[in-house]
């Protein structure tokens, strides 16, 4: 039936290559010789889900397994999602078109709170059931992975289960049990699941502030999963090739996992701790046979922090000396605002200079040390200087506003540093700018989230560099949705199923977020918007309290306490112990014995 439903009608819709399937590495199994047949969703388009490497990762660790079948699931686009509905099709696997409920597991990939929606949308037109208590012995079992299970609350009552941290090794684990209970009773089938570490059954937990166990047969705390080791991690040269040009078309390469730079915004340096590095002749081996098997041309080494690999230089020398004239250009996510940055820049700008990427953050000093990001403005224009000799003149630097304790001094200071690029010569300057939105497991988890009147008035400062500069702004309604997804209770759910309700989807594409659907929702619920956006108490209860990173409680009210004084907190990687409670000794001890290999 999707057969013949796709080809009658991929002529109707934009870009049909998205629902295609059959790519050039690919993997397809006999149904009848599998034990396990997973469906792996990334709820956004094709082009942005396959740009993932998370999915990317788990895919072929999955298929490496000859008696599990893991097939990939994106959400279609609006045009195709109308059409399914008004023929009646469900939504299907790529690999072998299999309406996703005909599966064992459906796993779905939580990378960001304004996907809550597109996850409601896609098992709606799968025809599985949205809420967990509500499915039947016949559906699959649904969960979720990736950095907003970290606070699973708010989309607890959708998944059966939450896997809170790195997946690589914990999906054995499930598969495993998921395998050996088949044909048990569905509720038997989540307490077998409930008894591995680092997954999170909200059945058996009580809705309160924060959840409590119902039974004494599972966890009072759910333990981050930690693969100790990303060495092991391989996904093979033959990666899958795509049918469409991807947001992120090239090579993806992991270098290391975890960054403890500090700041105080940033949930992911908190949630991926420990430092982990791969060896960079993995990286190297796993780099050239990539390219040569798909034909790329171009190389992201992608981590939190790049250029804090401890063999970063001799990497990038390897990479040039492998790739040299084969038009091959390396990429990474930013540039550390100082010489040892630009000296990483230079090296990977021989075959195809574009502009440098900086994130100052705020705009004055003493806000930077607030926040703890170890940036001097004498780093600043050193850099920019040195930039502008060795020829660039281009440069985006990224910024954030409604900080706590920021004044218009501050945002005056962005102004300020703008100035300072067009004045040493730079060309084109952009500065993107977003909106603090603080999240759990953050020293600024307990601060207020500012109002759109706040960030309206801020951002007409700094409307101020348009003189210089193009200044991008995030919106501020969007923002505000993120926020309370992000330290969101049980009840906040009420609010994403209205917004689903009045229409929303692609909630996290700026250009179809729909406020007005999401305000409808929170007048129909009657939540105070307030009560979730709030300055919180040191030592108030959170709904994600029950969920353990690694990263005490404790030390977060230490940072918090410190960036009320302005006091910063070095790097631990070269500047001892800051005593965050994520590394044992054991730990420690293998992490120096990599670090010894380089």
Known sequence: MILKFLNDNLDKIEKPSRYIGGEHNQVVKDPQNVLLRVGLIFPDLYEVGMSNLGIAILYHLLNNQPKIWAERVFLPWKDM????????????????????????????????????????????????????????????????????????????????????????????????????????????????????KGVYVPLFYTPTIPPKPKFNWVPSKINRRITRDINQIRIPPQRVIPNVQLVHDRVVEEVMRGCTRGCRFCQAGIIYRPVREKYSDVILEESISSLSCTGYEELALLSLSTADHSSIVELLRKLRESTENSGISVSIPSTRLDTFGLS?????????????????????????????????????????????????????????????????????????????????????????????????????????????EYLNHAQKILSKAREIAMVDFHDTGMSLIEGLLSRGDRKVFEVVFGAFKNGASFDDWQNFFNFDSWKRALEEVQIDLNAYLRQRSLHEEFPWDHIDVGVSKEFLIREYQKAMQGIVTPDCRWNGCAGCGVCNQDLQNILEKKQERG
């Open 344 to 452: 990483i820049a230079q090296a990977i700008s021989k075959v195809r200079r574009t502009g440098l990427t900086f994130a100052p953050e705020a705009g004055t000093q003493r806000l930077r040390d607030v926040i703890n990001k170890n940036v001097t403005e004498e780093d600043y224009v050193r850099t920019l200087e040195s930039a502008k000799s060795a020829g660039w003149d281009r440069i985006k630097l990224y910024f954030m506003i409604g900080l706590p304790t920021e004044t218009d001094e501050d945002l005056a200071g962005i102004v300020e540093m703008a100035r300072i690029a067009r004045k040493i010569g730079f060309k084109k300057i952009t500065l993107s700018v977003a909106n603090l939105i603080p999240k759990p497991h953050t020293p600024f988890q307990f601060s207020e989230q500012k109002s759109i």
């Open 81 to 196: 999602i109308d059409l399914m509905k008004q023929k009646d099709v469900e939504l299907f696997t790529l690999e072998s078109k299999t309406p996703l409920r005909k599966l064992d597991l459906v796993g779905i990939s939580l990378q960001y709170e304004l996907s809550y929606t597109n996850v409601l949308c896609a098992l709606e037109l799968a025809k599985i059931p949205l809420f967990s208590d509500l499915r039947s012995e016949s559906d699959p079992i649904v969960i979720a992975g990736g950095p907003c299970t970290t606070n699973p609350e708010v989309m607890a009552k959708v998944f059966d289960a939450l896997v809170v941290g790195d997946g690589e090794e914990v999906i054995f684990e499930i598969a495993q049990s998921l395998v050996q209970t088949k044909g048990m009773p569905r509720e038997e089938r989540l307490k077998a699941l409930s008894q591995i």
